[in-house]
Every structure is written in structure tokens, then in C-alpha cells.
């Protein structure tokens, strides 16, 4: 797999990143506990989140930034997904919902 272009050339703005993680169904993707640890079921936008670890963000310019946008959005926190590893340059996390305990 691979990050689609579009993702990472400009900050796209919520709207069209809102309608994109409604088409994908990610609303859906909530995070729930499993056996005392939180578990993602979303595939699609966890598989671009892992293969932009360990890279800085030269290599995929805005990608991190509207994948997190899209989840942020759609379900309005990132419990449950590990965002270990990620070069944060474009990425405002100040005042979100990283995790539940």
C-alpha cells in the first residue's frame, strides 16, 4: 500500500476530509477495551498511519496530518491507536483526545 498523493501535497480542508471518512465508514470504527487494551478495528486509515512511522515528514508532507484530521473528525478522539513513532511537523494535537484509561 502505499499514501495517495492527494494526502500528502496539502492540508485538504475538514469538509471534504469529514465527507471522506464518512464514505469510508470510519464513524463506525470507534475504538472499544478488549481485554483491559483499547483495540482499533479501522483498517484503511490505521495501515497509512504505519507506514508513515519512522519517516520524517519531508517524505509524506501533509499525509499525517489529514489521515489524523479524518479520524479526529469522524470520531472525534485517538483512543486506541498507536501513534508511536510519527514525525508530529504538521500535526496540531493540542487539545485532542489522545486516550482513555
Same mark, same amino acid.
Given at each position: 500500500k *502505499?499514501?495517495?498523493?492527494?494526502?500528502?501535497?496539502?492540508?485538504?480542508?475538514?469538509?471534504?476530509?469529514?465527507?471522506?471518512?464518512?464514505v469510508?465508514?470510519?464513524?463506525?470504527?470507534?475504538?472499544?477495551?478488549?481485554?483491559?487494551?483499547?483495540?482499533? %478495528?479501522?483498517?484503511?486509515?490505521?495501515?497509512?498511519?504505519?507506514?508513515? =512511522?519512522?519517516?520524517? /515528514?519531508?517524505?509524506?508532507?501533509?499525509a499525517? /496530518? %489529514?489521515?489524523?484530521?479524518?479520524?479526529?473528525?469522524?470520531?472525534?478522539e485517538? *483512543?486506541?491507536?498507536?501513534?508511536?513513532?510519527?514525525?508530529? =511537523? %504538521?500535526?496540531d494535537?493540542?487539545?485532542?483526545?489522545?486516550?482513555r *484509561?
Amino acid at each position: 500500500k *502505499t499514501i495517495p498523493e492527494a494526502l500528502s501535497k496539502n492540508k485538504i480542508s475538514d469538509d471534504v476530509l469529514q465527507f471522506a471518512g464518512e464514505v469510508l465508514g470510519d464513524y463506525k470504527n470507534k475504538s472499544v477495551p478488549i481485554n483491559e487494551k483499547w483495540q482499533n %478495528n479501522d483498517l484503511l486509515l490505521i495501515d497509512f498511519i504505519n507506514l508513515l =512511522k519512522d519517516k520524517d /515528514h519531508e517524505e509524506y508532507g501533509f499525509a499525517l /496530518h %489529514n489521515i489524523l484530521k479524518i479520524i479526529e473528525l469522524v470520531r472525534g478522539e485517538f *483512543t486506541g491507536i498507536d501513534l508511536s513513532n510519527l514525525d508530529f =511537523k %504538521n500535526v496540531d494535537l493540542n487539545k485532542k483526545i489522545l486516550g482513555r *484509561t
